[in-house]
């Protein structure tokens, strides 16, 4: 076997501190204008002195950008943490963020902002402040928080909401009947959870720039009132002089079925007759349609009739009291 040996290569032109360094034992060394640009020692490991430019990657930072340590745990912007849980892969981003990765068994992903799970198992903050925790596995994702703490210190996080395999939305619950919390079905159903035995304590609050205007409330320990305001300082003008019989009159209650359910019969009111009576029991306008021509259909509250019908009863009450008197000249017509 023949051999060529040499301490350096360099090229013909007379350049000579540009080229293939072989003086060392164990090492290829390439150098440009004598200084060592790549080195490649006796365990193939290559080491890049200057940034370097490969497909699709671009390195120009003034540090090392990426790190793979020994148990193939990846650090972008920091070196992973060597207290890192055995059974995971890691990846370590920036100043405290951090994901895993499960390297066996059942797939699983873990997202942490500000923290790392150390070889006990334990989360611990990265730095000193809140961290928040998103964790993916069993086609679940859960989403966690911790209060600001020190960096070093056991984090304990409490999870906040999960979006189970099911497609159920649980907020304060694990459950989709939440005692107490909150739950969205895909099929549309919501429950609203209060372990608080309290009549009045509220289920939903409605609110206008900040401020309370109605509630579903707890009455009992058995049922529920929907409120809206009504309280004496809110209102002004009050008067109970008004003619209630005349107006109920203009009211025309009808029997119906509803197009889409044409076997069903049922008591009620046309929205836009109700309207000119009693308008705030009436939303949207008679005929009303959008902009490509479909119709935005009107609604009713017959809530809103209740004073009406409460305040005729009151005037038909003095009117049968005084035909019991004797009085009834007063009333004929």
Same mark, same amino acid.
């Given at each position: 076997?023949?051999?060529?040996?040499?301490?350096?290569?360099?090229?013909?032109?007379?350049?000579?501190?540009?080229?293939?360094?072989?003086?060392?034992?164990?090492?290829?060394?390439?150098?440009?204008?004598?200084?060592?640009?790549?080195?490649?020692?006796?365990?193939?490991?290559?080491?890049?002195?200057?940034?370097?430019?490969?497909?699709?990657?671009?390195?120009?930072?003034?540090?090392?950008?990426?790190?793979?340590?020994?148990?193939?745990?990846?650090?972008?912007?920091?070196?992973?943490?060597?207290?890192?849980?055995?059974?995971?892969?890691?990846?370590?981003?920036?100043?405290?963020?951090?994901?895993?990765?499960?390297?066996?068994?059942?797939?699983?992903?873990?997202?942490?902002?500000?923290?790392?799970?150390?070889?006990?198992?334990?989360?611990?903050?990265?730095?000193?402040?809140?961290?928040?925790?998103?964790?993916?596995?069993?086609?679940?994702?859960?989403?966690?928080?911790?209060?600001?703490?020190?960096?070093?210190?056991?984090?304990?996080?409490?999870?906040?909401?999960?979006?189970?395999?099911?497609?159920?939305?649980?907020?304060?619950?694990?459950?989709?009947?939440?005692?107490?919390?909150? #739950? !969205?079905? /895909?099929?549309? *159903?919501? =429950?609203?959870? &209060?372990?608080?035995?309290?009549? %009045? $304590?509220?289920?939903?609050?409605?609110?206008?720039?900040?401020?309370?205007?109605?509630?579903?409330?707890?009455?009992?320990?058995?049922?529920?009132?929907?409120?809206?305001?009504?309280?004496?300082?809110?209102?002004?003008?009050?008067?109970?002089?008004?003619?209630?019989?005349?107006?109920?009159?203009?009211?025309?209650?009808?029997?119906?079925?509803?197009?889409?359910?044409?076997?069903?019969?049922?008591?009620?009111?046309?929205?836009?007759?109700?309207? #000119? !009576?009693? /308008?705030?029991? *009436?939303? =949207?306008?008679? &005929?009303?349609?959008?902009?490509? %021509? $479909?119709?935005?259909?009107?609604?009713?509250?017959?809530?809103?009739?209740?004073?009406?019908?409460?305040?005729?009863?009151?005037?038909?009450?003095?009117?049968?009291?005084?035909?019991?008197?004797?009085?009834?000249?007063?009333?004929?017509?």
């Amino acid at each position: 076997m023949s051999e060529i040996k040499v301490n350096s290569v360099v090229n013909s032109t007379g350049d000579n501190d540009s080229g293939l360094d072989l003086s060392t034992n164990d090492q290829v060394i390439i150098k440009t204008a004598n200084t060592t640009a790549i080195t490649v020692d006796s365990s193939q490991g290559v080491t890049v002195a200057g940034a370097f430019t490969s497909r699709g990657i671009d390195d120009n930072a003034d540090a090392t950008a990426i790190t793979i340590d020994s148990s193939e745990n990846v650090g972008i912007g920091r070196t992973p943490d060597t207290d890192q849980y055995a059974d995971l892969t890691v990846l370590a981003l920036g100043n405290g963020s951090t994901i895993y990765a499960a390297k066996t068994g059942s797939p699983y992903l873990d997202i942490i902002d500000n923290g790392f799970l150390n070889s006990a198992g334990n989360f611990e903050y990265q730095t000193s402040n809140a961290s928040s925790r998103m964790e993916l596995t069993g086609g679940t994702f859960t989403f966690h928080n911790a209060p600001s703490g020190t960096a070093g210190n056991t984090a304990t996080f409490t999870e906040r909401s999960r979006i189970d395999s099911n497609g159920n939305l649980l907020v304060g619950t694990t459950s989709t009947t939440p005692n107490p919390g909150v #739950s !969205v079905r /895909p099929n549309g *159903i919501i =429950g609203i959870g &209060n372990s608080n035995g309290n009549s %009045g $304590n509220s289920f939903i609050e409605f609110r206008r720039n900040a401020t309370q205007i109605g509630s579903v409330t707890q009455n009992g320990t058995t049922g529920v009132s929907y409120n809206t305001s009504s309280d004496h300082r809110l209102k002004e003008n009050v008067t109970a002089d008004w003619d209630a019989t005349t107006r109920i009159k203009q009211l025309n209650p009808v029997r119906f079925n509803f197009i889409a359910d044409a076997d069903t019969t049922v008591d009620g009111f046309l929205a836009h007759e109700v309207q #000119s !009576v009693v /308008p705030e029991a *009436i939303t =949207g306008t008679h &005929n009303e349609v959008d902009a490509d %021509g $479909n119709p935005v259909y009107q609604g009713i509250d017959q809530s809103k009739l209740v004073p009406l019908l409460v305040k005729t009863i009151q005037e038909l009450e003095a009117r049968i009291t005084a035909l019991e008197n004797g009085q009834w000249q007063v009333y004929s017509k």
